[in-house]
Nanobody, 124 residues
């Protein structure tokens, strides 16, 4: 049974940093692209970042470029999202996802498995 478990969320001041982790199990992690999405209250879920199965390619939403970095450790079956220079508008529940679809990785339909999410709150 596939499982994705996010961790690392919390409360941080504007300008601060957080590192999210997503531990995967129950499926061949190294064969799956991984993505991070987020959903703020009252808003639709939106793409944040993605990484190909071999970590050759990474993709970022415009809002994440230059501030967030996605990485993966296939040996640990874990994907990370390093978030720097956080802003209040980054406040959301962050979800990791795994997929093998041919759809663009910014499309939520590209993903087969989803975690339960971790809350990130950026506030002074």
């Amino acid at each position: 049974q596939a499982q994705l478990v996010e961790s690392g969320g919390g409360l941080v001041q504007p300008g601060g940093s957080l590192r999210l982790s997503c531990a995967a199990s129950g499926f061949p992690f190294s064969s799956y692209a991984m993505g991070w999405f987020r959903q703020a209250p009252g808003k639709e879920r939106e793409f944040v970042a993605a990484i190909s199965w071999g970590a050759i390619n990474t993709f970022y939403a415009d809002s994440a470029k230059g501030r967030f970095t996605i990485s993966r450790d296939n040996a640990k079956t874990t994907v990370y999202l390093q978030m720097n220079s956080l802003k209040p508008e980054d406040t959301a529940v962050y979800y990791c996802a795994a997929g093998r679809s041919m759809r663009p990785l910014g499309d939520s339909r590209a993903y087969d498995y989803w975690g339960q999410g971790t809350q990130v709150t950026v506030s002074s």
